[in-house]
């Protein structure tokens, strides 16, 4: 009889000081802990690392704290603090430099995070309830990173602030943590998103975290240049242009974040703009977005528009054609403006009639897909590097390059693509294009 011997999980000691409320703290956190599979050890002896949960409220509970940290930095060597000291990491590392990780009270992902570092679950299928990555509703191989919730703007037409509430970022090494694992588990792209990235870290003040024996401030830059190196292709979604996203620019041309951007421009014209109360509503983003491409020529933009907005004139919506005519962006989604309860926009006047917001939907439609057309064949002939989503039983398979997000962009159809499988990225010598799709044939698997 073949009898399967599992592996032992980690042990972890706990060391809980204080009040009650840091009481109940370390029971959540041991919660988590077991709930991933970790055994509780009742000794220093036993344990794999030892979490000490400390008290800050007086300078005798400030010394008791770092008296336990001491004597389990003693018994047992292997050390993670948590807990009301946790503001006071500068003095807990100066006396206790071999201190593993330090984190604050009620960080509970953080702290969790950080046994995991310091005492890994080994991989098994009967212990480890949830994979690595985590539960996900996306293909193994791409997964969205939600970077923060809520939104600071007031756009008329929008409900979200008053759903979500504003802009509430999560910590850098927390997401950079998610999106390791997600790597681990296999992804090979990650997709950020979030109302409005390029605000990411405001309400937090930008503020740095450890990561990796560095710190890396809550920030669309640093975080990107993060995600970059994690080996999977980093693609950017509800990114607004304020002047800062200049600096992701170079990271594209590092090959740390794909040549992509998602901004939802809405509109052009700036009386629209000004009635829709957009953020990064700026006159100069034409030459922004000029100075974006002669840095990375290759740099795919999508964007949507909202036509029939309130009081949209017919000059309005002129200057939007001569715009998206100017601006030649890749992929342009559009959508008929339509009244949702509790927005601005749906009790103001000059409502735009049904037929013309129709009219006007379709033309946008029609220009966007004949410079999707002429972009796409200039791209027949060359290669582009393509991941693949999935294989068809006739020896064919569908991915995208790029330029494209799942869902909304466009896809890369491919034949004689045998041995391939979803996940893989592949060369792929581009021989036709319509409007929205290119057609090719492999030329060869690139090394993972
Ligand atoms: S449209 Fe976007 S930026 Fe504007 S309020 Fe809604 S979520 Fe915020």
């Known amino acids: 009889m073949n009898v399967t011997t599992l592996p032992k999980p980690p042990r972890v000691g706990l060391v809980s000081l204080g009040c009650p409320k840091n009481l109940v703290d370390s029971e959540r956190i041991m919660t988590k802990l077991r709930a991933d599979g970790y055994d509780m050890s009742p000794d220093y002896a036993g344990a794999d690392v030892v979490l000490v949960n400390t008290c800050g409220f007086l300078d005798s509970a400030k010394e008791e704290s770092l008296e336990a940290i001491g004597e389990a930095i003693a018994e047992n060597g292997r050390v993670v603090v948590t807990g009301c000291m946790g503001k006071e990491a500068d003095v807990i590392r100066e ?3 071999d201190v593993l990780a330090i984190t604050g009270a ?36 791409y997964s969205y990173l939600k970077i923060s919730e809520g939104c600071n703007h007031r756009c008329a037409f ?12 999560r910590r850098p090494d927390a997401v950079l943590r998610e999106a390791e694992k997600l790597v681990a588990a296999g992804t090979k792209e990650l997709l950020v998103i979030s109302q409005d990235t390029s605000a ?50 170079p990271l594209m041309t590092e090959g740390l974040v794909l040549p992509y951007l998602d901004i939802p421009f809405q509109h052009a014209s700036p009386e629209v703009l000004r009635r829709m109360r957009r953020p990064a509503n700026d006159a100069k983003v034409l030459q922004r977005i000029r100075s974006w491409r002669e840095q990375v020529p290759d740099l795919s933009i999508r964007s949507s528009f909202v036509v029939g907005f309130p009081g949209e004139t017919e000059q309005d ?16 989604g559009a959508f008929k403006f339509e009244p949702v309860e ?21 033309a946008v439609m029609a220009l966007s897909a004949r410079i999707s057309a002429e972009k796409l064949a200039a791209k027949v002939g060359t290669d582009v590097d393509v ?8 020896g064919g398979a569908t991915g995208r390059s790029k330029a494209d997000a799942p ?24 021989e036709e294009a319509d409007e929205h799709d290119l057609y090719g044939v492999p030329l060869g698997i690139q090394a993972a």
């Open 95 to 97: 006396r206790f430099p």
């Open 106 to 141: 009620h960080e509970y992902e953080q702290v969790v995070g950080a046994v995991h570092d310091a005492a890994p679950m080994p991989a098994n299928a009967f212990l480890n309830l949830v994979p690595e990555g985590g539960l996900k509703l996306t293909p193994r191989h």
């Open 158 to 169: 929008c409900i979200i602030p008053h759903l979500r509430g504003d802009l509430v970022s």
């Open 200 to 249: 990411y870290g405001v309400d937090i003040r930008h503020q740095p975290r450890p990561w990796k024996g560095e710190e890396v401030r809550a920030h669309m830059t640093d975080l990107s240049r993060e995600l970059g190196k994690l080996g999977a292709w980093v693609r950017l979604h509800y990114v607004y242009p304020y002047p800062h996203v200049n600096d992701v620019i």
């Open 317 to 332: 919506f002129a200057y939007l054609l001569n715009w998206l005519e100017e601006a030649q962006l890749d992929r342009v």
């Open 342 to 362: 509790g927005a601005p926009a749906t009790s103001m006047n000059d409502q735009v009639p049904a037929d013309l917001k129709q009219e006007r939907y379709e």
């Open 387 to 394: 991941l693949i989503d999935r294989v068809d039983d006739d």
């Open 407 to 430: 869902e909304i962009d466009g896809e890369v159809h491919l034949r004689d693509a045998g041995g391939l499988n979803p996940g893989d990225i592949v060369s792929v010598r581009v």
